[in-house]
């Protein structure tokens, strides 16, 4: 079992790893989008894309990208928002469709509206 932390996202703030590698899979913790710019409207669409962008620096951390995802879950704020979640998710992923739940939920962490949790599959580097 290894351990990934990317120095380019935040070092959690729970008791947790961003990531975790084991029998060839990543699992990636649930990523929150953290704050907007300063000046930045904080709209769903930025946070899923916030959130997403956190996850490729994690997998890019594991040696993966968004292309070896073979599982995600979105817990989103609201059953409504799940069409425009949808719409920004194709866009992200694009011919990409991994397995996926997406999970309405009455709050998350901090007030936000979306958190992502992914599973990929990591493939076999020349002498691994």
């Known amino acids: 079992m290894k351990f990934i932390q990317s120095p380019k996202v935040p070092t959690p703030a729970g008791h947790y790893s961003q990531a975790v590698e084991a029998a060839g899979l990543i699992f990636v913790s649930g990523v929150l ?9 904080d ?5 899923v894309r916030a959130s997403f962008a956190q ?3 994690i997998l890019n951390a594991a040696g ?3 292309s070896d995802v073979v599982q ?18 194709a866009e ?3 011919d990409h469709k991994p397995a996926r739940a997406v999970v309405p939920v009455p709050e998350l962490h901090y007030g936000f ?8 599959e990591k493939k076999s580097q020349a002498g691994d």
């Not at 509206?113 to 990929?120: D, G, K, N, R, W």
């Open 72 to 89: 995600c879950t979105a817990y989103l704020v609201g059953v409504e928002r799940w069409p425009e979640f949808n719409a920004i998710y």
């Open 33 to 41: 989008p953290g704050k907007a710019p300063e000046g930045e409207a």
């Open 64 to 66: 993966c990208g968004l």
């Open 113 to 120: 509206l979306v958190e992502i949790q992914l599973v990929a």
């Open 55 to 57: 996850c490729t620096n």
């Open 43 to 47: 709209s769903f669409e930025r946070q």
């Open 92 to 94: 992200i992923m694009g």
